[in-house]
């Protein structure tokens, strides 16, 4: 399969709290990351906040230009910001939100806002633009009445929804979905989910998929990246790293998974801070919270290797203990 | 006799009534589940019964703490209860804290208020406390701000906060919804652990069925202000009766089954100012007949156990798919 998208050593690190006198910190929410999007496949990010998915995501995207290394999209670099090509590039790639509401303009009709973007890049005129809106809407499960709405008169499925059909106004060839069902209520995620993966699959549509609720990861995506403190420390196809995670992180993370009708037993509690990007641990970042962790984890930064088909990004992986699922 | 006793709680805002009529106990040291979507009723269930809504709020009914009734009682008898009998915490730690006061000046203020101590001791109790809730280097922490901890050990100091008072019951509403996983698995085992050690009853509110499972010993489903199902953990997860309940459980993605399609609920939440006549969710059910769309159904005591609010009560004891264990 011919890679659709490529990052090659991404960086992006953003600068803080200048002081007074002193140096301003420097926070890289990003740390080198490769990786490989194929064509029709969808990429699940996972991470716990201050990861550095949403900035990856958005890199991937060319909305943020790295601080270093590059992406390349159809074997292109991507075009600087701003610029024609930079646009042009803009209706093949849509980005989706956690929050519909804010994502909407509050004084505009739902037809009006999905009609948008088939305007500003010139794909339908006239009658065409409100028969393509009428096709998007009932592709996305809104009903014809609901056209002349405006968000607030929608619940947040809803919304999704309307924010789905603009996203897919301009057929775009690849889509990134920031925590798109994390506000929805239980019942209504499963209706956006499926929404989503029947547009995936239809269309043949790749989608990066970032979100830290692991179990519709697993639901959508083909293949997971675990991500820690701006680093991929795992990655595997979907079925094998839920099954059987082997970097310690992903590990505690699977197992941190509230499963109904199952008690607190043989859960993995985690010691320790969520990771802060300002202050990145030596060596391996994950060392001051892992259990197998020994000096030399806290000077040697892990490689992300290859083991047997998936890689992963830990010193002690050869002896870590497997954990079945 | 229980501890808490809800008989029939009702709450309105400008007419429009958001709970019909809640019946709830909570025994002494027990750990109760209070679970539904967004705007079901379950927050605002204690918020009335701790007289915490805004006046414009009508309650009616009768909560009852050892035989005292909350409903209408003096805001004096009230402050007695609140904090001292019955603390709560909320989904949002770092809005709950006073950003511009310490944390220890903090805790030791309810440990004045619910306590009487003062200085050193009240300082030192402070201590105790952060320790207790897995605060690291408690004694020189309890001189930093809000600002200066993580999302997780804010909620461990609002935890050290509610448990000042010595309460006999803590109300946690979605106490881990805003915490990353690997933090919200902390939060639920420091909760666990601090009701073995004390024997403190909780109510966790939560619309996460996977961490009412991992923390309660009953629990009640809530559905457009109504109670629709109640019974311990075990038969609630095992063979949920009311569809919607079925219906939630169903509509999580299930670890083990890889790329299965969801089930969903079909439809949305009913507007409380425009409610369905009969059965409030008969219009999402794929149960209801024309009887649900007339009457509205009743919380009644099952023959297995339990209580449902449904005319058409899913009987057959079919295990849940989470419940199996799948070794990969």
């Given at each position: 399969m011919s890679p659709l998208l490529e990052a090659r050593g991404l960086v992006q690190q953003y600068t803080s709290g200048?002081?007074?006198?002193g140096k301003p910190d420097i926070v890289r929410a990003v740390d080198g990351i490769d990786l490989t999007v194929t064509r029709g496949e969808v990429l699940g990010i996972v991470g716990e906040s201050g990861s550095g998915k949403s900035t990856l995501g958005r890199m991937l995207l060319g909305l943020e230009t790295p601080f270093s290394g590059e992406v390349l999209y159809h074997g292109q670099p991507m075009p600087a910001p701003r610029t024609e090509q930079w646009r042009r590039l803009r209706a093949q790639m849509q980005l989706i939100f956690q929050d519909p509401l804010a994502a909407l303009d509050r004084r505009m009709t739902i037809a009006a806002q999905i009609a948008e973007p088939l305007e500003i890049h010139g794909l339908a005129k006239g009658a065409e633009v409100t028969d393509r809106v009428a096709a998007l809407m009932a592709r996305v499960g809104l009903r014809r009445d609901q056209a002349d709405r405006y968000p607030h008169e929608l619940s947040g499925g809803q919304r999704q929804r309307v924010v789905i059909a603009r996203a897919l106004a301009t057929n775009p060839g690849f889509l990134v979905c920031d925590e798109p069902v994390s506000a929805l209520d239980v019942s209504i995620q499963a209706q956006v989910v499926n929404l989503l993966r029947d547009l995936q699959e239809q269309d043949g549509l790749t989608m990066v998929f970032i979100s830290h609720d692991l179990k519709v990861v697993r639901n959508i995506c083909d293949r997971v990246a675990v991500m820690y403190l701006g680093r991929v420390v795992e990655e595997a196809p979907s079925d094998s790293i839920f099954a059987e995670p082997r970097h310690p992180y992903t590990q505690a993370l699977v197992s941190s998974i509230p499963l109904a009708g199952q008690g607190l037993e043989g859960r993995i509690i985690l010691r320790g801070e969520p990771p802060n990007p300002a202050a990145r641990p030596s060596g391996c970042a994950f060392h001051p919270r892992c259990r197998f962790a020994d000096a030399s984890c806290t000077v040697q930064v892990p490689p992300l290797e290859n083991h047997g088909g998936r890689l992963a990004a830990c010193l002690k992986l050869p002896r870590a203990p497997r954990l079945a699922a | 006799m229980s501890f808490v006793s809800i008989r029939d709680l009702k709450v309105a805002f400008d007419g429009v009534r958001v709970l019909h009529g809640i019946d709830l106990d909570i025994g002494r040291g027990e750990a109760v589940g209070l679970v539904g979507e967004s705007g079901c009723g379950k927050s605002v269930t204690w918020l009335a019964a701790l007289g915490l809504l805004p006046g414009k709020a009508r309650v009616t009914g009768s909560v009852r703490i050892e035989g005292r009734e909350l409903i209408d009682a003096r805001p004096g008898e009230l402050e007695s209860v609140r904090g001292a009998r019955i603390a709560m915490i909320f989904q949002d730690p770092s809005s709950s804290l006073n950003p511009v006061h310490r944390v220890g000046r903090q805790i030791t203020e309810s440990l004045r208020l619910h306590r009487g101590l003062r200085g050193s001791a009240a300082r030192a109790e402070a201590i105790r406390l952060l320790d207790m809730v897995g605060i690291p280097s408690a004694a020189t922490r309890i001189d930093l701000y809000p600002h200066e901890f993580s999302g997780g050990q804010c909620q461990r100091v609002m935890i050290a906060m509610a448990l000042a008072g010595r309460p006999d019951l803590l109300i946690a509403d979605e106490p881990t919804t805003a915490l990353d996983a690997t933090i919200q698995a902390q939060i639920l085992d420091l909760l666990s652990s601090i009701r073995r050690d004390t024997g403190m009853a909780m109510v966790f509110i939560s619309h996460d069925l996977g961490a009412v499972s991992a923390v309660c010993d009953r629990a009640s489903v809530m559905y457009a202000g109504r109670i629709v199902e109640t019974d311990n953990v075990a038969r609630l997860f095992g063979a949920p009766k009311h569809p919607y309940t079925r219906g939630l459980f169903d509509a999580i993605p299930d670890l083990n089954a890889g790329r299965a399609r969801l089930v969903p609920v079909e439809g949305t939440v009913p507007d409380p100012r425009n409610l369905p006549q009969g059965c409030a969710f008969a219009p999402r059910c794929a149960r209801a007949t024309r009887f649900c769309t007339a009457y509205a159904p009743d919380l009644k005591l099952q023959a297995m156990g339990g209580k449902v609010a449904c005319f058409h009560p899913d009987q057959s004891s079919e295990p849940m798919r989470e419940t199996q264990v799948v070794v990969a």
């Amino acid at each position: 399969m011919s890679p659709l998208l490529e990052a090659r050593g991404l960086v992006q690190q953003y600068t803080s709290g200048k002081s007074l006198f002193g140096k301003p910190d420097i926070v890289r929410a990003v740390d080198g990351i490769d990786l490989t999007v194929t064509r029709g496949e969808v990429l699940g990010i996972v991470g716990e906040s201050g990861s550095g998915k949403s900035t990856l995501g958005r890199m991937l995207l060319g909305l943020e230009t790295p601080f270093s290394g590059e992406v390349l999209y159809h074997g292109q670099p991507m075009p600087a910001p701003r610029t024609e090509q930079w646009r042009r590039l803009r209706a093949q790639m849509q980005l989706i939100f956690q929050d519909p509401l804010a994502a909407l303009d509050r004084r505009m009709t739902i037809a009006a806002q999905i009609a948008e973007p088939l305007e500003i890049h010139g794909l339908a005129k006239g009658a065409e633009v409100t028969d393509r809106v009428a096709a998007l809407m009932a592709r996305v499960g809104l009903r014809r009445d609901q056209a002349d709405r405006y968000p607030h008169e929608l619940s947040g499925g809803q919304r999704q929804r309307v924010v789905i059909a603009r996203a897919l106004a301009t057929n775009p060839g690849f889509l990134v979905c920031d925590e798109p069902v994390s506000a929805l209520d239980v019942s209504i995620q499963a209706q956006v989910v499926n929404l989503l993966r029947d547009l995936q699959e239809q269309d043949g549509l790749t989608m990066v998929f970032i979100s830290h609720d692991l179990k519709v990861v697993r639901n959508i995506c083909d293949r997971v990246a675990v991500m820690y403190l701006g680093r991929v420390v795992e990655e595997a196809p979907s079925d094998s790293i839920f099954a059987e995670p082997r970097h310690p992180y992903t590990q505690a993370l699977v197992s941190s998974i509230p499963l109904a009708g199952q008690g607190l037993e043989g859960r993995i509690i985690l010691r320790g801070e969520p990771p802060n990007p300002a202050a990145r641990p030596s060596g391996c970042a994950f060392h001051p919270r892992c259990r197998f962790a020994d000096a030399s984890c806290t000077v040697q930064v892990p490689p992300l290797e290859n083991h047997g088909g998936r890689l992963a990004a830990c010193l002690k992986l050869p002896r870590a203990p497997r954990l079945a699922a | 006799m229980s501890f808490v006793s809800i008989r029939d709680l009702k709450v309105a805002f400008d007419g429009v009534r958001v709970l019909h009529g809640i019946d709830l106990d909570i025994g002494r040291g027990e750990a109760v589940g209070l679970v539904g979507e967004s705007g079901c009723g379950k927050s605002v269930t204690w918020l009335a019964a701790l007289g915490l809504l805004p006046g414009k709020a009508r309650v009616t009914g009768s909560v009852r703490i050892e035989g005292r009734e909350l409903i209408d009682a003096r805001p004096g008898e009230l402050e007695s209860v609140r904090g001292a009998r019955i603390a709560m915490i909320f989904q949002d730690p770092s809005s709950s804290l006073n950003p511009v006061h310490r944390v220890g000046r903090q805790i030791t203020e309810s440990l004045r208020l619910h306590r009487g101590l003062r200085g050193s001791a009240a300082r030192a109790e402070a201590i105790r406390l952060l320790d207790m809730v897995g605060i690291p280097s408690a004694a020189t922490r309890i001189d930093l701000y809000p600002h200066e901890f993580s999302g997780g050990q804010c909620q461990r100091v609002m935890i050290a906060m509610a448990l000042a008072g010595r309460p006999d019951l803590l109300i946690a509403d979605e106490p881990t919804t805003a915490l990353d996983a690997t933090i919200q698995a902390q939060i639920l085992d420091l909760l666990s652990s601090i009701r073995r050690d004390t024997g403190m009853a909780m109510v966790f509110i939560s619309h996460d069925l996977g961490a009412v499972s991992a923390v309660c010993d009953r629990a009640s489903v809530m559905y457009a202000g109504r109670i629709v199902e109640t019974d311990n953990v075990a038969r609630l997860f095992g063979a949920p009766k009311h569809p919607y309940t079925r219906g939630l459980f169903d509509a999580i993605p299930d670890l083990n089954a890889g790329r299965a399609r969801l089930v969903p609920v079909e439809g949305t939440v009913p507007d409380p100012r425009n409610l369905p006549q009969g059965c409030a969710f008969a219009p999402r059910c794929a149960r209801a007949t024309r009887f649900c769309t007339a009457y509205a159904p009743d919380l009644k005591l099952q023959a297995m156990g339990g209580k449902v609010a449904c005319f058409h009560p899913d009987q057959s004891s079919e295990p849940m798919r989470e419940t199996q264990v799948v070794v990969a």
